[in-house]
């Protein structure tokens, strides 16, 4: 599919479907190549047994699982239920870093953190701040048939826990990026529990406690003010850069601008002559009306299609590209072939000092020939209104520009709503990067319910 992103030249960054596929594997077994000499487990990889006597502060039995937390999470749970607490019930539920000492509970170690269960204390070493001795008051006591559970918020960068399916509260707050694994420490005669990593129904409501998180943070972005005019100034430059002309003025009009001066919101009658041009332009190509999309363009702007030495070449390759598809479209084989050769062909290369993606365009347009059902090919898309979308951005920005009469570099890209939302994921963007790459991944997409064509437009242009 064409993409904006070959005109604007700017870095992408993964956001969308193509990063969700690149997610972290998420943990699914306990590790025995990383476990104590004191921990014995079980086949399913999934039960684990104390083995030592408990006796001495370094015969602790702790073993993290095979792989760590997935660095896309929102927040990333699992739960541990206590088959038989054993002589004293020294169990710890936690997370640790990869090189943790396995001979020390969850908590004692830097950057670990724990919940035991003889005790209800919350357990954390970072840095030089250790409470492995004593503690902190946290919650109740755990012992045979509780199940207990552990989440860490990579988006506040928080761990909490919870006992039988209730939430416990905030354990620790300001939780360095780091790649944690969850962790189990055992430390008496008998102990035994069973770890679920996501395989079974959690005691816990994680969905609902994640869904709570995801409200508070659109509850925070809702609560900032934002001026009536303001929005409607930034929706008016949208459509206006569009060239939705009838919108606009439906627009203006439901905002109770109804004066017939006042609802174009001061614009001079030559600006509403190159909107109207643009619009028409517009509902031509949206339509498959290319025959006459070219001829408005050449009323208003003769040189724009006229020949490949016109410095603006994005519009002739996308617009003949289109105008071929539009041939396959309705079954004229010989005349798309001739139009292949005699438009198409020399195209091939102009632009390939800017970007090689324009003559893979050229490449996958021309191929459409080669399939007898080119509606049911591996090139189908091309056949979307999403395609006669992108070509009708292109020609409306350059009648933007050629209008401005400013050169082309002084002519801003996008309209201010775009400016927006590319600052949007800009910012996601960074924030995840200064969170060592942790948290959920943003998509434009799913927070705006955006069909995949526009989305491509916009969350592939972080800046």
């Avoid at 004066?259 to 174009?264: C, F, L, W």
């Avoid at 001061?266 to 001829?295: C, F, N, S, W």
Wanted: net charge negative; charged share 20%; with cysteine.
């Amino acid at each position: 599919m064409w993409r904006h992103n070959i005109l604007t030249q700017l870095p992408e960054r993964s956001t969308g479907d193509e990063a969700e596929s690149q997610e972290d594997p998420r943990p699914f077994e306990l590790n025995t190549n990383a476990s104590s000499s004191f921990v014995e487990v079980g086949k399913d990889r999934l039960t684990a047994k104390y083995s030592g006597a408990g006796q001495h502060g370094t015969d602790v039995g702790a073993i993290q699982t095979s792989l760590p937390v997935p660095r896309q999470s929102f927040i990333y749970y699992f739960e541990m239920t206590v088959q038989d607490r054993g002589d004293k019930g020294r169990i710890t539920l936690g997370f640790t870093v990869k090189d943790s000492k396995l001979s020390c509970q969850p908590g004692s170690e830097p950057n670990t953190y724990g919940y035991n269960g003889d005790d209800g204390r919350k357990y954390s070493h970072v840095g030089n701040n250790l409470r492995q001795n004593s503690g902190t008051e946290y919650g109740p006591t755990y012992s045979t048939g509780d199940t207990v559970g552990a989440g860490l918020n990579l988006e506040t960068q928080e761990i909490f826990f919870t006992k039988n399916g209730k939430l416990l509260g905030i354990a620790f707050r300001n939780v360095p990026p780091l790649r944690f694994y969850p962790t189990i420490g055992m430390h008496s005669r008998s102990e035994s529990v069973t770890i679920n990593l996501g395989a079974s129904t959690f005691a816990f409501d994680i969905q609902s406690q994640i869904d709570k998180g995801r409200t508070q943070q659109q509850q925070e972005v809702q609560s900032v003010s934002i001026s009536p005019g303001a929005t409607h100034q930034i929706v008016q430059d949208y459509l206006k850069y569009y060239g939705y002309g009838d919108t606009l003025h439906a627009f203006d009009q439901a905002a109770g601008l109804t004066d017939p001066v006042a609802s174009t919101s001061g614009r001079p009658e030559k600006e509403e002559d190159q909107l109207a041009v643009r619009q028409k332009v517009r509902q031509a190509i949206m339509a498959g009306r290319v025959t006459d999309a070219q001829e408005l363009l050449h009323q208003c702007n003769p040189d724009m299609l006229e020949s490949v030495t016109h410095p603006n070449l994005d519009v002739l390759i996308f617009f003949h590209c289109l105008h071929y598809i539009e041939l396959i479209r309705e079954k004229k084989i010989n005349d798309a072939v001739r139009f292949a050769q005699e438009t198409l062909s020399p195209l091939r290369g102009i632009m390939s000092h800017r970007s090689t993606d324009y003559d893979a365009m050229l490449h996958d347009t021309v191929a459409l020939i080669a399939y007898e059902e080119p509606e049911d090919s591996p090139m189908q898309q091309l056949l979307d209104d999403a395609q006669r979308e992108v070509v009708a951005d292109v020609v409306n920005a350059a009648l933007l520009a050629s209008a401005s009469g400013k050169p082309k570099w002084e002519v801003k890209p996008q309209a201010h709503l775009e400016q927006i939302l590319r600052q949007l994921v800009a910012v996601h963007g960074e924030k995840l990067d200064c969170n060592g790459g942790q948290g959920e991944i943003f998509s434009l997409q799913k927070q705006l319910a955006l069909p995949q064509s526009r989305n491509d437009g916009i969350e592939s242009m972080a800046m």
